[in-house]
């Protein structure tokens, strides 16, 4: 098991919530300047998977991401299951939201726990709202930070993705109303994808910055 040296202090945010909410709920840390170095990464045709997550990685086009782990085999196959998800699950948050909450079929099949209850409950409020999300999120300069396995047992684990997203490129409005310009700024969000019952899935999510690299 290796796991990244950074281990700051962390609440956890509701989905996205938070940081639609003018990140308000969320305690922020600067990020760790682990000067990540290489970058395995598998680039596969893409398929939408029909029905949950997969721990094939051929489905999904695995996005390129830098670490500064000596991963192993067992690990490196971990972070691939967990990509799978991670993509999954950021396709979903654009199909819930941009729908206004209205279309959230499937919104377990990348997320569970904490994850999953803030998804449902920003689309309750999106269509009590009569709101929807203008434009996309869009997750960049993705770094693997953790993965910590269960040698005890190879079904859990834990892999940590940080990404930088764009608030410029999304925002919660009423319904029809297009995307505001806004000056863009980078957000350095935290993904906790585990593995439970033969899936990967995105259990949880902190804020860790307030700025970062997309530009």
């Given at each position: 098991?290796?796991?990244?040296?950074?281990?700051?202090?962390?609440?956890?945010?509701?989905?996205?919530?938070?940081?639609?909410?003018?990140?308000?709920?969320?305690?922020?840390?600067?990020?760790?300047?682990?000067?990540?170095?290489?970058?395995?990464?598998?680039?596969?045709?893409?398929?939408?998977?029909?029905?949950?997550?997969?721990?094939?990685?051929?489905?999904?086009?695995?996005?390129?991401?830098?670490?500064?782990?000596?991963?192993?085999?067992?690990?490196?196959?971990?972070?691939?299951?967990?990509?799978?998800?991670?993509?999954?699950?950021?396709?979903?948050?654009?199909?819930?939201?941009?729908?206004?909450?209205?279309?959230?079929?499937?919104?377990?099949?990348?997320?569970?726990?904490?994850?999953?209850?803030?998804?449902?409950?920003?689309?309750?409020?999106?269509?009590?709202?009569?709101e929807y999300m203008a434009g996309e999120y869009k997750a960049y300069d993705l770094v693997v930070e953790s993965?910590?396995?269960?040698?005890?047992?190879?079904?859990?684990?834990?892999?940590?993705?940080?990404?930088?997203?764009?608030?410029?490129?999304?925002?919660?409005?009423?319904?029809?109303?297009?995307?505001?310009?806004?000056?863009?700024?980078?957000?350095?969000?935290?993904?906790?994808?585990?593995?439970?019952?033969?899936?990967?899935?995105?259990?949880?999510?902190?804020?860790?910055?307030?700025?970062?690299?997309?530009?």
């Amino acid at each position: 098991m290796r796991t990244g040296s950074s281990r700051p202090y962390r609440r956890p945010s509701q989905i996205f919530v938070a940081v639609l909410s003018a990140l308000s709920l969320v305690s922020v840390v600067g990020c760790a300047d682990n000067s990540p170095v290489a970058a395995p990464t598998s680039t596969l045709p893409a398929q939408q998977p029909d029905g949950g997550s997969s721990d094939n990685p051929a489905e999904v086009a695995i996005p390129d991401y830098e670490t500064d782990l000596d991963l192993d085999k067992e690990e490196k196959k971990a972070v691939e299951g967990a990509l799978v998800a991670f993509v999954g699950y950021i396709d979903t948050i654009n199909r819930v939201f941009s729908s206004g909450g209205k279309d959230t079929k499937k919104a377990d099949a990348y997320a569970r726990g904490e994850s999953l209850k803030s998804l449902n409950s920003e689309a309750k409020t999106m269509r009590a709202s009569n709101e929807y999300m203008a434009g996309e999120y869009k997750a960049y300069d993705l770094v693997v930070e953790s993965v910590d396995l269960d040698q005890s047992n190879p079904k859990q684990g834990t892999v940590s993705v940080l990404f930088c997203t764009k608030d410029s490129e999304w925002s919660v409005v009423p319904e029809g109303e297009p995307l505001p310009s806004t000056v863009p700024k980078g957000l350095t969000m935290q993904h906790d994808i585990t593995h439970a019952d033969n899936d990967w899935k995105v259990a949880n999510q902190f804020l860790r910055s307030k700025t970062c690299g997309a530009d």
